[in-house]
């Protein structure tokens, strides 16, 4: 069974930078980053295909945040910088035992295990 447990959560200043981690124990082929703000609906961030290293992003993004993996450790990450306030969410690391096809369309439904997430809170 997959489990998954996320940290590097925190508050920072608009401008700032965090990195977030997720340490994962089993078998997944597909990996992502997902995000809720209070009142809106979950959505995807970021997403790698664990074999290959191949990454896809939400188009929102403009390229400010960066998924990586290091195998050695079975861990996720999540580089977030220049940070805005609405970037203000809960980050959940999920992950999936199949290739998934448009891995952060809708909404990460069809991941198979998620991390209890990690709050992130950007000031003005």
């Known amino acids: 069974q997959v489990k998954l447990v996320e940290s590097g959560g925190g508050s920072v200043q608009a401008g700032g930078s965090l990195r977030l981690s997720c340490a994962a124990s089993?078998?997944?082929?597909?990996m992502g980053w997902f995000r809720q703000s209070p009142g809106k609906e979950r959505e995807g961030v970021a997403s790698?295909?664990?074999?290959?290293?191949?990454?896809t992003y939400a188009d929102s993004l403009l390229g400010r945040f960066t998924i990586s993996q290091d195998n050695a450790k079975n861990t996720l990450y999540l580089h977030l910088n220049s940070l805005r306030p609405e970037d203000t969410a809960i980050y959940y690391c999920?992950?999936?035992?199949?290739?998934?096809?448009?891995?952060?369309?809708?909404?990460?439904?069809?991941?198979?295990?998620w991390g209890q997430g990690t709050q992130v809170t950007v000031s003005a």
């Open positions: 999920a992950a999936a035992r199949l290739f998934l096809l448009n891995p952060l369309g809708d909404r990460g439904r069809r991941f198979d295990a």
């Open positions: 089993g078998y997944y082929r597909t």
């Open positions: 790698i295909y664990t074999a290959s290293g191949r990454t």
